[in-house]
């Protein structure tokens, strides 16, 4: 069966008057559109213009809306290492389904060229673009797992790069992939591994807002579980928890069965081939969100003299005997600030007089020896003092340690006789991490 059979056959189950995505753009910081892609006809660039405008309001790129309308059309987008990708629709398409569709395209060019840049994508546009129309049919997903995608679009090498700009050969496969006819389309037929393995890494991110007394106004866990599974044959795959009532908005990879988890709360599934995103969860409960440091701050600017003190500690907190490393404060300053005169008992700092950006590299945290950095900061002269003290915004990792606590009990595997290697690695990070002073 060829692929253009194929995607006819899938058009035709489909709506025919309705088309989801018209076209795609991708568009840099600076504001430059540096690759579209138009799946029915070419949609003027100027449609862009009305994300240009709410990009404007919004200020940071995080802020901006992911729906925006205009007279003709909506925009959905969203923001994926200094890129926007934004999707023009022109009838109403539940906005959700089309987010997810852009960043699994966003995550297959990491998946293919190993960074989701604008350098990488313009460095192998071609196979960008054969990508985007294999993705989506008419207007519609097609093809979205990565085993399928490789097995029609071979990734990048140095080799096969030189191969087809001397024969002017193309990296689409003929034929159509078998797990394309399978009742398992996330995995290919016939994996053979001389070493099989199974890694699970469970990645937690803190969001929370903490008040000058330390005291916590919002706290949340957004945590994935990102799988690299190399075995053979056909593995079922059974993970448990030790406390899995904790999780709260969970969302899964489609090869989890949802009624094995509604039921007994274990995951239980077919793996995909490679490297996959198993599942996200939240923990919401501020009851169980540790805040793993806290900060001692005190930020003053004088009504006279031009000048203003700084004195900041952080020390651990909560970290079940987990060393915190990567520590950075970033603090953006009024802009009345124009230097800061600090000493740091440990780590580096820096001070940007043009964005007016503190940052403050500690690096790993002592409990015998807290970090302080401590000083003056120097205001324009005859500038009114600034009105409300900057926040800081804390980034930090812990290894080895899920801060809500959410443990693997274990993974069984059925269906396969061999016995694969295992393990089950725990980052805590900080998301959006917020002091205020």
Request: charged share 20%.
């Amino acid at each position: 069966m060829s692929r253009t059979f194929a995607a006819s056959r899938y058009q035709d189950s489909s709506k025919k008057e309705l088309n989801m995505i018209h076209s795609l753009f991708l568009i840099n910081n600076a504001g430059d559109i540096f690759l579209e892609k138009h799946w029915k006809s070419v949609i003027s660039r100027s449609v862009c213009d009305y994300f240009f405008e709410a990009q404007d309001k919004a200020g940071e790129p995080d802020n901006v809306s992911p729906v925006i309308r205009t007279p003709h059309h909506y925009l959905i987008n969203i923001y994926r290492e200094k890129i926007f990708f934004v999707s023009v629709i022109q009838t109403e398409v539940p906005p959700l389904f089309v987010i997810e569709f852009l960043h699994r395209v966003a995550e297959m060019f990491q998946d293919y060229f190993g960074e989701c840049s604008e350098v990488a994508i313009k460095d192998n546009v071609v196979i960008v673009y054969e990508l985007l129309e294999e993705m989506l049919d008419n207007g519609f997903p097609l093809a979205t797992e990565s085993n399928i995608l490789k097995e029609l679009i071979k990734p990048p090498t140095i080799l096969r790069s030189m191969v087809n700009t001397i024969t002017g050969s193309s990296n689409v496969g003929e034929t159509l992939p078998t797990g394309q006819l399978s009742t398992i389309p996330w995995r290919r037929a016939g994996v053979k591994y001389t070493n099989n393995e199974a890694y699970f890494d469970v990645v937690e991110e803190i969001d929370a807002i903490l008040d000058k007394s330390g005291t916590t106004v919002f706290a949340e866990i957004q945590g994935v579980i990102d799988a690299c599974v190399k075995l053979s044959g056909m593995p079922d795959l059974t993970l448990s928890f030790m406390n899995p009532r904790l999780l709260d908005d969970v969302s899964f990879h489609p090869c989890v069965r949802f009624k094995r988890w509604e039921s007994e709360r274990v995951l239980s599934f077919i793996p995909p081939d490679g490297n996959f995103r198993l599942m996200s969860y939240h923990v919401n409960a501020q009851n169980l969100v540790a805040i793993p440091v806290y900060v001692k701050q005190n930020i003053n600017f004088f009504e006279t003299g031009s000048s203003g003190r700084l004195d900041i500690t952080v020390g651990p907190k909560q970290t079940m005997g987990k060393t915190v490393e990567n520590v950075i404060v970033t603090i953006h300053m009024s802009k009345v600030v124009l230097s800061a005169n600090l000493t740091a008992t440990q780590g580096t700092y820096t001070y940007d007089p043009v964005t007016k950006i503190l940052v403050w590299d500690i690096g790993k945290l002592n409990q015998q020896k807290l970090p302080n950095l401590k000083g003056s900061l120097s205001l324009q002269s005859g500038a009114p003092k600034p009105e409300e003290n900057p926040s800081l915004n804390i980034d930090l990792k812990i290894q080895q340690l899920a801060i809500s606590g959410l443990k693997v009990n274990r993974l069984d595997m059925y269906g396969e006789k061999y016995k694969p290697f295992k393990g089950v690695k725990y980052v805590t990070k900080a998301g959006k991490f917020q002091v205020r002073t």
